[in-house]
């Protein structure tokens, strides 16, 4: 398992900030950006975080880089819960990111006002 938050970032690729985890290595290791499955299997993945928009924006979950699942908000809104979470099947080694696409975030709380979780629920 993995729990941990998102940064603040209004762009590009989240940080990740690992709160407890066994086996489950983000990279770069420590507080990377992407979450790696250690062994193949199904993986139960969530994330959410409160968000801030001007326009529209798009919130996504990644597996190796393809869109797998967005949240997304409809523009001018002050402070929404954005949630995305998805059952995976993963190689050893197949990588989890989350990225804000479209639009930028005209904020994003990270820490405490988000969170993401990753288990490994099932094996081959």
Known sequence: ??????????????????????????????????LVAPVAGRYYIHYQQLTGTGNATYLSMRHN???????????????EDLIVDSVVNMNAGDTITFTVDVEVQASAWGGAHSSVSMFLIGQP
């Open 65 to 79: 880089g393809n869109i797998i699942g967005h949240a997304w908000m409809n523009s001018a809104h002050w402070a």
């Open 1 to 34: 398992f993995w729990v941990g938050q998102v940064g603040g970032e209004l762009s590009g690729t989240k940080s990740l900030s690992r709160q407890d985890s066994l086996s489950i290595p983000t990279v770069p290791s420590g507080s990377g950006t992407a």
